[in-house]
């Protein structure tokens, strides 16, 4: 949809916008944390914020953080816990306010957001499925979502 969007631009306008949209980030989880890493996100949110949670949580953050590249689910973060997942459900609303999924898309997001911000020649297909999106869509989706722009209208330091 974005490349239709893109391509009709170019057509009718013989351009594309280069202007920088604003950042508008919208981290339930460690909303201040935003000029930081992922890993840095993940250290210092929890760290600082979160000093006395169940274990069950820290089990499932250190798995989220150790694994979100893969195709994690609701039910994957269960099994790994070995709890139901409405137990899972429930223990991430009660303790942190925000869902599994959520915290999983959050670090998905924070990890795309380094990518970029590193330079790299990935296209933003090939970032979603490095974080662990098995759709582009589905990145930028989120990342519009959390960070307020596209990925592709993300404004790096990059020439």
């Not at 000093?51 to 994957?76: C, G, H, M, T, V």
């Not at 990935?122 to 974080?131: A, D, L, P």
């Amino acid at each position: 949809m974005i490349r239709i969007v893109l391509l009709l631009s170019v057509f009718l306008f013989g351009c594309v916008s280069t202007q920088q949209k604003d950042i508008n980030y919208r981290f339930a989880l460690c909303p201040d944390k935003t000029n930081v890493d992922d890993k840095q996100y993940f250290e210092q949110c929890l760290g600082e914020k979160y000093p006395e949670l169940p274990n069950e949580l820290k089990r499932a953050f250190k798995f989220i953080r150790l694994y979100y590249f893969y195709d994690l689910s609701d039910e994957s973060i269960s099994q790994y816990l070995d709890v139901d997942k409405a137990y899972t459900r429930d223990l991430f609303l009660n303790s942190i306010s925000i869902t599994d999924s959520q915290l999983v898309d959050e670090v998905r997001v924070k990890k795309a957001e380094t990518i970029l911000k590193q330079c790299s020649d990935f296209t933003i297909e090939r970032i979603s499925y490095r974080v662990g999106y098995m759709d582009e869509k589905k990145l930028v989706d989120a990342f519009t979502y959390y960070i307020g722009v596209a990925p592709e209208f993300y404004p790096t330091n990059c020439k």
